[in-house]
Nanobody
Framework: QVQLVESGGGLVQAGDSLRLSCAGSGRTVSSYVMGWFRQAPGKEREFVAAISRSGGVTNYADSVKGRFTISRDNAKNTVYLRMNSLKPEDTAVYYC?????????????????????WGQGTQVTVSS
């Protein structure tokens, strides 16, 4: 069992930066691919970024590529999402996820319905 708790969300202006954190407890998160997903009002939850168990491989949605960076510190059982150049369309609840799936090379295709563990989410609001 893994418990995930996100933090770091808030209200910022377009162009600002935020860093989200996801602290794991229970079983170590190093056993999982870790990812960030987001859900805007009236929209389905979507993939944002993922990182392999070792941290050596990452994958991003096209909409955030070049602006967001995912990282992990397995010693601290924590995953991060650094978000730069934020846009109003980045406004959403951001969820941390632990997935027992594997990267295929540098490719990761998450199945939201098969994610093992979810955090409770943290709100990110970007004003224009």
């Amino acid at each position: 069992q893994v418990q995930l708790v996100e933090s770091g969300g808030g209200l910022v202006q377009a162009g600002d930066s935020l860093r989200l954190s996801c602290a794991g407890s229970g079983r170590t998160v190093s056993s999982y691919v870790m990812g960030w997903f987001r859900q805007a009002p009236g929209k389905e939850r979507e993939f944002v970024a993922a990182i392999s168990r070792s941290g050596g491989v990452t994958n991003y949605a096209d909409s955030v590529k070049g602006r967001f960076t995912i990282s992990r510190d397995n010693a601290k059982n924590t995953v991060y999402l650094r978000m730069n150049s934020l846009k109003p369309e980045d406004t959403a609840v951001y969820y941390c996820a632990a997935d027992r799936a594997y990267f295929t090379g540098t490719y990761y295709s998450p199945n939201i319905n098969l994610i093992d563990y979810w955090g409770q989410g943290t709100q990110v609001t970007v004003s224009s």
